[in-house]
């Protein structure tokens, strides 16, 4: 069972909720429209349902309410950033902004962001730069519970790692490629199993390593204590993107790589390495957007594959589901609103 919550009400609840962590009401509104925001865009995996895990993050010290960045270096060019643990829609956001202003002054700026809490959606962070005409590059890793199985491995050894690129399209709607290196993102997993959904095959191995369509085997512990793991997108080619995300997304900005047993900490620590680029310094940005609307349009004189709707750029899903779930709600399956509630019932006893 589920409800459809508009997303007015339901922004406002997670921002009580945010502020009831100790988050000044700034950062609580920011923080709930992130979140709102992701599930407004079709991605509840990163949306309201991470409320909960905010709230014991919080609880055990892993998550420090009303702490920015904290600048180890800025050359103009190159910025090295420490999250400091601060909500990372607080944090990512900062990154971004002191990225943006640089790479417009000097053509580029990299972006090493360590040590931020959970950054949630990263493709809202490409949102951030194409909206100013700039391309972005965003590797990611996840220092949490280990979910994801290196390909012919047996168990989880690493996160879902996302890799993004944002590309303004001149006139046209950007195109905004964001995804996890996990065959489907540890989030989805938390929503299918709150609904008593299986998953397609492929997805998932169990405890022992077996192929499982069960999403649980991920969430909650077996019957031995272990946990299942995700697989990589691509069998090899995905681990190789996610080993590349660990290594610059966590080793190269000094966030720390996952090397060691699974602990139960609620915490999720983010790494970002974030390249940006201005096609007009470049002096490119013409042909640029002459070039990339050319292809667009020639990708899109492709005749529909029998039993499709058609080509779809990246982006395209995000924004359409905006329209239709701003019209119609956002649904909240039951075992979620449960989670959210316990949520906010633990800050007021505490």
């Not at 993050?57 to 702490?67: R, Y």
């Not at 190269?252 to 970002?272: C, F, I, K």
């Not at 680029?277 to 470049?282: F, G």
Request: net charge negative; proline share 5%; charged share 20%.
């Amino acid at each position: 069972m589920s409800q459809t919550v508009q997303a007015a009400p339901l922004r406002a609840h997670v921002t009580r909720i945010i502020a009831m962590t100790g988050s000044e009401a700034a950062e609580a509104a920011q923080v709930a429209d992130n979140l709102v925001m992701a599930n407004l865009s079709g991605h509840d995996s990163h949306g309201v349902g991470m409320v909960p895990r905010y709230v014991d993050a919080v609880l055990e010290g892993g998550l420090s309410p009303n702490t920015g960045v904290k600048v180890l270096l800025d050359t103009g060019p190159l910025l090295n950033l420490d999250g400091q643990r601060g909500y990372g829609q607080i944090t990512g956001a900062q990154a971004m902004q002191m990225g943006i202003e640089r790479a417009k002054q000097h053509g580029v700026c990299t972006v090493a962001l360590s040590r931020s809490h959970h950054l949630g959606r990263i493709g809202h962070f490409a949102e951030m730069a194409v909206a100013q005409g700039l391309v972005s590059v965003h590797f990611v890793n996840v220092l949490s519970r280990p979910v994801v199985a290196p390909f012919g491995g047996g168990d989880g050894r690493f996160g879902t790692n996302p890799c993004c690129i944002g590309v303004p399209m001149g006139s046209r709607a950007p195109f905004v490629l964001d995804f996890a290196t996990s065959r489907v993102a540890q989030g989805k997993m938390r929503v299918a199993h709150n609904k008593g959904e299986q998953v397609p095959p492929g997805y998932l191995i169990d405890e022992h390593g077996h192929p499982t369509r069960d999403p649980g085997v991920v969430v909650v512990p077996q019957s031995n204590g272990l946990f299942g793991a995700l697989m990589t997108f691509g069998d090899h080619k995905g681990f190789g993107m996610a080993m590349a995300c660990e290594l610059l997304g966590g080793a190269l900005t000094g966030s720390g790589t996952w090397h060691r047993e699974a602990d139960h900490q609620r915490a999720v620590l983010n790494g970002m390495l974030t390249m940006l680029i201005d096609p007009v310094r470049l002096g490119t940005q013409a042909v640029f957007e002459q070039e990339a609307l050319a292809f667009e349009d020639w990708l899109r004189q492709s005749p529909d594959a029998p039993g499709s709707d058609g080509v779809h750029m990246a982006g395209e899903p995000e924004r359409a589901a905006r329209v239709h779930r701003l019209e119609h709600g956002i649904e909240i399956d039951d075992a979620t609103w449960a989670e959210i509630n316990a949520a906010e019932q633990k800050l007021r006893q505490r």
